[in-house]
Nanobody, 114 residues
């Protein structure tokens, strides 16, 4: 059974930092990433990372967020710095296996407010 479980998140201050972690199990994942959905908006890509370490970021988070991955532990982390109120959203861990099946975590709330 494939499972993705997020941890971290919570309340952060503008200009501050938060770190999200995702522990995955059940298969070998090709691409892992983080996505977010703000109230009234569609889910959007935040950052992805391939098994080989190639990364991709949304323009809105470039230079502020860093995605990393540990293939041995099947984990993917998102370090979020210089937080902005617009970063407030539910953040989801997502992953694809080599058969292009998509998997999602349950989501974790990130709120940026003073």
């Amino acid at each position: 059974q494939v499972q993705l479980m997020e941890s971290g998140g919570g309340l952060g201050q503008p200009g501050g930092s938060l770190r999200l972690s995702c522990a995955a199990s059940g298969t070998i994942f090709s691409v892992m990433g983080w996505y977010r959905q703000a109230p009234g908006k569609e889910r959007e890509l935040v950052a992805t990372i391939t098994r080989g370490g190639n990364t991709d970021y949304a323009d809105s988070v470039k230079g502020r967020f860093t995605i990393s991955r540990d293939n041995a532990k099947n984990t993917v982390d998102l370090q979020m710095n210089s937080l902005k109120p617009d970063d407030t959203a539910v953040y989801y861990c997502g992953a694809n296996d080599y058969r292009q099946n998509n998997y999602w975590g349950q989501g974790t709330q990130v709120t940026v407010s003073s």
